[in-house]
């Protein structure tokens, strides 16, 4: 692929309007240039709205199976192309090579599940007769979609909104995170490779809110889908409410892990690495605050020390690494900040902090225990592999102090007592609720979609992925 990387508006590639571009940099090299992308304007986005709202009528009324057929082609060159895009999101997004590896294998699990379930989705609209006259309900795609999509999984998110979203009938404008422009030009190429009708799917790259604002504000744009904080999120629901205009908005989190004196230990260790260390701890579903009972609190931290002091933070594309980078400079400077903060408020770190090695974005896996719900690290949103641990007397505190946050994306719990969890699963206030699961795991038949400051809207994935995309109209026939 060149080293420019560019737009691709009506089927075809271009340059930006601004003629200018940005540094896509590799996190696990500072200063490095992995390529440059275009810095678009509000110009480049008004001629892919164009090009979206020119092909809306004629894919929309493309039959069902013939957008079924187009998805699976891109599907098809999606798991041919796994290893190249792996890759290619490991070196922009810092992530290791299996979790690249991991994020592509999640698109194709989503995106198979989209393809069958767009036939039982709308074939559910049966007739029904009532005397002389014959009733029934009709689907009908909104028009043209914005979808905004976050730099932690720049490919597999972007996968769970467009994929629904041209199921049903609509067209796209595709505004990826300035972190990974590299993966959403890929993905673009690979819908040019599957035949998609231009104008279809588009993409359009740059910084800043100018791009975001000029596609919430457009009149011909029906619906926004966007991940990423709950401070963008909130203003794109501002912005959007004055011209009525649908969204879908999964944002931040801030979940908790209660382990109760009963629990597995090893498999509760193994779980808060995975969830709180995966991706640098960059998941919206990360575990973030370990919520533990007072009799198992010092055997379960020695454990969790111990693998700790095993893993192996380094370049991401070496298979023997454990956590790569975080994403970039903004983000390593906000995590840098946050455990100072931590330090400051009296929080004790048991493990990790900034990496002395400065190559790259690094920050190791950092434990703090004594967390007390008065201190910033339990409450704010650090979006990196760092945990707050407390301690808490039974499930009564446990679920109280769970439920103490802003956020509601997910929660697990580890218990081998039925009643204690099936408590759990009633009382917390998450989107998501885990029982001996760490809290990231997720399936596409079920919906994917927070609480409270988690998020806004339908949620993605199960049948409410697919009912974001759609107007119902009732038709009654004498």
């Known amino acids: 692929m060149s080293d420019i990387l560019q737009n691709y508006i009506n089927g075809g590639w271009c340059d930006s309007a601004s003629g200018q571009t940005f540094v896509n940099e590799n996190p696990a090299r500072r200063g490095s240039v992995l390529n440059r992308a275009q810095a678009s304007t509000a110009e480049d986005v008004e001629a892919a709205i164009g090009a979206a709202a020119t092909a809306f009528k004629p ?81 009908h795609a909104l028009g043209v979609i914005g979808v905004i999509s976050p730099w932690n999984y720049p490919m597999n998110v972007m996968c769970r909104k467009t994929l629904p979203a041209l199921l049903t009938g609509n067209t796209v404008v595709f505004k990826p995170a300035s972190f990974t422009p590299w993966s959403a ?22 910084l800043g809110s100018t791009l975001g604002n000029k596609l919430i504000k457009h009149p011909r744009v029906r619906a926004i ?60 579903t990360s575990t973030s605050r370990v919520l533990l009972a007072a009799e198992i609190a010092e055997a379960y931290t020695a454990k969790l020390l111990a693998r700790c002091q095993a893993m192996k933070v380094g370049d991401p594309l070496d298979a023997a690494t454990s956590m790569g980078p975080v994403a970039g400079p903004t983000q390593f400077d906000g995590i840098s900040a946050a455990i100072a903060k931590a330090k400051a408020q009296g929080a004790r770190l048991r493990f990790g902090g900034v990496s002395d090695n400065a190559e790259g974005y690094y920050i190791l896996p950092t434990v703090f225990d004594g967390v007390t719900r008065d ?104």
């Open 59 to 139: 894919w929309s009324r493309t039959p069902v199976s013939e957008r079924q057929a187009v998805v699976a082609r891109f599907l098809d060159a999606l798991a041919t192309a796994r290893e190249e895009l792996a890759r290619i999101v490991s070196l922009e997004n810092g992530k290791t090579i299996g979790e690249a590896r991991g994020e592509v294998d999640s698109a194709l699990l989503e995106g198979r599940h989209h393809l069958q379930q767009i036939s039982v989705f709308a074939g559910e609209s049966a007739p029904r007769a009532e005397g002389s006259i014959t009733a029934w309900e009709q689907l």
């Open 185 to 206: 030009v890929f993905m673009a190429g690979l819908f040019e490779k599957a035949g998609l009708p231009a104008g279809v799917f588009n993409c359009v790259s740059g």
């Open 375 to 478: 201190m910033a690290i339990f409450h704010e949103e650090i979006f990196g592999p760092v945990l707050a641990l407390s301690t808490v007397r039974d499930l009564d505190e446990a679920l109280t102090w769970a439920n103490d946050a802003l956020y509601g994306l997910s929660s697990a719990i580890f218990t081998k007592d039925l009643a204690s969890a099936m408590r759990y699963v009633r009382e917390i206030e998450a989107g998501m609720a885990h029982v001996n699961i760490h809290s990231g795991f997720k399936t596409p038949e079920l919906p994917f979609g927070g609480w409270k400051e988690s998020g806004f809207g339908l949620p993605e994935n199960g049948k409410t992925g697919l009912e974001f995309f759609v107007e119902r109209k009732a038709v009654y026939v004498g």
């Open 225 to 284: 889908s966007f991940t990423g904080s709950t401070e963008v999120g909130r203003k794109i629901q501002l912005l959007a409410a004055e011209d009525f205009t649908r969204t879908q908005l999964e944002l931040g989190g801030k979940s908790a892990l209660i382990v109760l004196a009963d629990a597995d230990l090893d498999a509760a260790v193994e779980a808060t690495v995975k969830a709180g260390f995966g991706c640098s701890g960059q998941w919206c």
